[in-house]
């Protein structure tokens, strides 16, 4: 079985099917997720610096800070799924 990568950003890149959730890093609970994942040792900051757009949750517990929006990396996702249905079909 083959891994599907997403690109999110600046060359990082992570396993599609890990993936649970992309949310907006604004809301109060999501900040408060960012915040407990930092203490625990669970975050990964893959924005190099720049503004947060997106927080990524991961199966593993994992969460993923990446500069670009959760529109994007959607887009993304589906790119890459639609890519490898092509080639498979």
Do not use: C
Request: no cysteine; hydrophobic share 40%.
């Amino acid at each position: 079985m083959e891994m599907k990568l997403i690109n999110i950003g600046f060359g990082s890149l992570i396993a599609a099917g890990r993936v649970l959730s992309v949310l907006e890093p604004d809301s109060a609970p999501i900040k408060r997720v960012v915040q407990e994942a930092r203490e625990r040792g669970m975050l990964i900051d893959a924005s190099y610096g720049r503004k947060t757009k997106s927080v990524i949750l991961m199966d593993t517990d994992h969460v993923i800070l990446s500069a670009l929006t959760p529109e994007i990396l959607a887009g993304r996702w589906s790119e890459k799924t639609q890519t490898q249905e092509e080639e498979n079909g």
